[in-house]
Nanobody, 123 residues
Framework: VQLQASGGGSVQAEGYLRLSCAAT????????VAWFRQASGNEREFVGV????????VYADSVKGRFTISRDDAKNTVNLQMNSLKPGDTAVYFC?????????????????WGQGTLVTVSS
């Protein structure tokens, strides 16, 4: 199983980016898929998750209303649309999957992780 996160880059505050997570060796529709992020010097934190049904989403309070997770079953990708970006959103973003059908916020709940993609937001 391999997860590949892409789409990171540098943007100014209030800009937007769209991250994508692609998988080989598994089909996202059979897994819970989450995004986490880790800023330099900080612990990895939960951003949001999409359930196996592809409908239910849960977000961290810090990104609610600005970030949206969606799943494209035809392409077998999960996307993270990030709008109204703030300097505080600067981090490496990771996608992760779990075989558990539960919208978990904890790192330990996830079985496979991508390598991360860097998002830098300047003021």
């Amino acid at each position: 199983v391999q997860l590949q996160a892409s789409g990171g880059g540098s943007v100014q505050a209030e800009g937007y980016l769209r991250l994508s997570c692609a998988a080989t060796g598994l089909t996202f529709s059979s897994y819970t898929v989450a995004w986490f992020r880790q800023a330099s010097g900080n612990e990895r934190e939960f951003v949001g998750v999409i359930s196996q049904n592809g409908i239910t989403t849960v977000y961290a309070d810090s990104v609610k209303g600005r970030f949206t997770i969606s799943r494209d079953d035809a392409k077998n990708t999960v996307n993270l649309q990030m709008n109204s970006l703030k300097p505080g959103d600067t981090a490496v973003y990771f996608c992760a999957v779990s075989h558990r059908d539960s919208a978990m916020r904890t790192i330990s709940g996830y079985d496979y992780w991508g390598q991360g993609t860097l998002v830098t937001v300047s003021s």
